[in-house]
């Protein structure tokens, strides 16, 4: 994508205006707080004192922030490569498919750390499948990338519903999900690690996949900097016209940065199906998907970025919680509200504030913002 | 003669079902044609619901609804535009944006001004949009063939199912037969010539954008005010993206969009109908294939496998006039 915008310092570009962008979003969120007739700032304290206040509150806080990693980083990847997965909700949402069948197959045969694997690789492998069709189409048939991930996403809730009221449901059950796991697969909990700063934890969901988002988090850092195949990746994404000419495969980089996104997305059903729940129930993805694409945009598609506008997210939906019990006129529907908002200051009105502050830069120091080289371009 | 009154019913619910979609689908071909893509159609029709449902139960009257509505959706598209036109933002993750504050907004300001879970008051009649029953249909009901057709299909609809209906033809009118859809179309798929001959880029697509903004909130009150008495949370569940899909399945045409609205609320239709009823030669169908099909055929469609989708050359992408 060609920036008509002069530079600016990375510390402004990756800090400053990330920054600026999510005030405003918030900002826009307090007035809607307003609007409801509640006071925003005790709003805002008790989201914060509901996320972190307590060790309970931090678990369930980094307990979410894993599933939004994991969604952070499948879009991240793809963006990379100059691709929209908006489809993250229908891979991650089918890779519940694959676990479930996993699971109940070895629940009762395999202890938790050998079915974890297996579960891993059923969950990749068919978050992956997912989006190697719209992958496949993309490359090979000219079709909108975002069509048919967002198809998918339908798709896959169709089958899904399918799966799970007709095929793996218990007979004489009413409720449409699995059998609950046996503890074969059931992943151990992490809150021993909060309380080894003297916290106390009743049952909080944090578990071993959040040590497994921060891996992948260093995984895609090594993928996309460190790589050949990353390189390309990311030549792909700056100019398709330029990586074609440097004899790089259109169809092979689509191809298989949509299959890592896509197997990524579809990890971010392990958390909430063998962490917490333990079945795989109807929409129990519940737009973690979606978050993943502001999780993307504000974390700039950076790993470090991402795992910390995860934990973010993770605040806003804990803290959500706790403030749906505080005042009763704000659901956690309100996070949906900060998450577009987010979405619009932090992604598409990105550049909004731009000029401003590069007329500020370029009124302390003008070579900061590159004008004389720009002139001396005579752009 | 039982059979054949199935089968009309079956497409007198195609008619009311299609509906919504049609006229979020010529909402979408507006933008589209004038190459801004918007996945935000679902999240205005939300909008527009909303605002149409709330404003009627508490004016008391089903026209300020609708102006409501189509007020409050407009503004949406404004915001789209804010971002996709005027600071060349990411037209996708624009509309992704809209789609995500509609669907909390709704809830948020439905439970906090009305206290019913998120829904409206339930619309009185006066306040919500009623049939009007065309002169005859009564009298002609038990006439053979002729007559259920005229009474149940043609009759008894509401203002806003002929207000779809005859946006069809004028959107084509509009589209092929005046300056500005001209204008609209070539701004869709050369910009730069557009600019060229002194027509600005920018206020073209916001017109464009306007007329995608009433569509969607005329699109919103029917849902809350005709088809449902009041709006419910989340009511739109994703037929937004299913007029997206039929825009692209009617290769961004408005006669052929008709025509994939009537065929995905045809089956839409069938799949309420034939709900847990064996088919001949295939037995029973699942449901959810049913509802996955329109899907299904749109990607099919994509894949170039039933002709070609060419989408409008300059979507999704912000013009930057050459300096």
């Known amino acids: 994508m060609s920036t008509p915008y002069a530079k600016l310092p990375a510390w402004a570009d990756y800090g400053l205006i990330p920054l600026i962008n999510l005030s405003v979003a918030f900002i826009v969120a307090g007035f809607v707080v307003m609007l409801v007739g509640e006071n925003p700032f005790r709003a805002a304290v008790i989201l914060v004192e509901g996320a972190f206040g307590r060790g309970t509150g931090i678990a369930f806080t980094l307990y979410y922030a894993t599933t939004f990693i994991f969604s952070g980083l499948s879009v991240a990847v793809a963006v990379h490569c100059g691709l929209f997965n908006i489809g993250g909700e229908g891979q991650g949402y089918i890779a519940g498919l694959g676990i479930g069948v996993v699971c109940l197959a070895f629940d009762s045969v395999l202890p938790w750390w050998l079915t974890f694997p297996l579960a891993i690789i059923a969950a990749a492998g068919m978050g992956a499948l997912w989006a190697l069709i719209p992958a496949y189409l993309q490359a090979r048939r000219g079709s909108h990338i975002v069509i048919t991930t967002i198809m998918f996403n339908f798709i896959a809730a169709s089958v899904m519903v399918y799966a799970l009221v007709d095929v793996l449901k218990p007979a004489g059950s009413m409720a449409p999900q699995t059998r609950n796991f046996l503890p074969g697969a059931e992943l151990p909990k992490l809150n021993w690690i909060i309380e080894l700063f003297g916290a106390k934890i009743r049952s909080a969901p944090l578990n071993v996949c959040f040590i497994l988002a921060l891996v992948m988090a260093f995984l895609v850092w090594l993928l996309i900097w460190r ?80 795992v910390l506008a995860a934990i973010l997210f993770g605040m806003l939906y804990q803290g959500g919680a706790e403030l749906a019990f505080e005042m009763p006129a704000i659901s956690r529907d309100m996070i949906v509200i900060i998450q577009g908002l987010v979405i619009l200051f932090a992604g598409a009105l990105e550049h909004m504030f731009r000029p401003y502050i590069q007329a500020l830069f370029a009124s302390f120091s003008p070579k900061a913002v590159g004008i004389e080289a720009v002139k001396g371009k005579g752009a | 003669m039982d059979s054949f009154n199935a089968v009309v019913q079956v497409l007198d619910s195609t008619i009311r079902l299609s509906v919504p979609l049609l006229l979020a689908c010529l909402a979408g071909l507006y933008s589209e044609r004038a190459g801004i893509f918007d996945i935000g159609l679902e999240g205005k029709m939300l909008v527009g619901a909303f ?226 009823t064996p088919l001949p030669i295939v037995g029973k169908v699942p449901v959810q294939f049913m509802q996955a099909l329109p899907y299904v055929l749109t990607v099919i469609l994509l894949a170039g496998f039933i002709g070609k989708a060419i989408p409008p050359r300059a979507g999704g992408v912000p013009y930057v006039k050459e300096r």
């Open chain 1, 227 to 306: 790589t050949k195949l990353g390189y390309e990746m990311r030549t792909y994404g700056h100019s398709p016209k330029a990586a074609r000419y440097a004899g790089i495969s259109e169809t092979r980089i689509i191809l298989i940065a949509m299959v890592i996104s896509g197997a990524l997305a579809g990890m971010m059903a392990l958390n909430p199906v063998m962490g917490d729940q333990h079945n795989v129930a109807l929409d129990f993805v519940s737009g973690a998907g979606f978050v993943g694409i502001a999780v993307a945009l504000m974390g700039r598609s950076h790993p470090v970025g991402i």
């Open chain 2, 51 to 276: 605002a149409g449902a709330a404003a009627a139960s508490v004016f008391h009257s089903g026209f300020i609804g609708l102006g409501m509505a189509i007020l409050i959706s407009v503004a949406f598209a404004m915001v789209h535009g804010f971002a996709s036109i005027t600071h060349r933002g990411n037209q996708i993750v624009s509309g992704v944006a809209i789609n995500f504050v509609a669907a909390g907004s709704t809830i948020i300001l439905g439970q906090a001004w009305f206290q019913q879970g998120g829904r409206t008051p339930a619309l009185q009649p006066g306040e919500r949009f009623e049939a009007i029953v065309w002169p005859g249909a009564d009298a002609l009901r038990d006439v053979p063939l002729l007559g259920p057709i005229y009474s149940e299909l043609i009759s008894g609809h509401s203002i806003l199912v002929y207000f779809a209906f005859a946006m069809v033809p004028f959107t084509w009118w509009v589209l092929f037969r005046t300056r500005f859809g001209l204008r609209m179309r070539a701004v869709g798929e050369n910009p730069a010539a557009v600019d060229t001959a002194g027509i600005s880029v920018a206020w073209l697509r916001y017109r464009a954008l306007i007329c995608t903004g009433i569509l969607t909130g005329v699109a919103g009150a029917y849902l809350s005010m005709v088809q449902n008495g009041g709006f419910v949370k989340d009511m739109t569940a994703g037929k937004g993206y299913i007029a997206l899909a039929a825009l692209i399945f009617a290769k961004w045409r408005p006669v052929n969009a008709m025509f994939a609205c009537l065929l995905f609320g045809f089956l839409d239709a069938l799949s309420i109908r034939l709900q847990g």
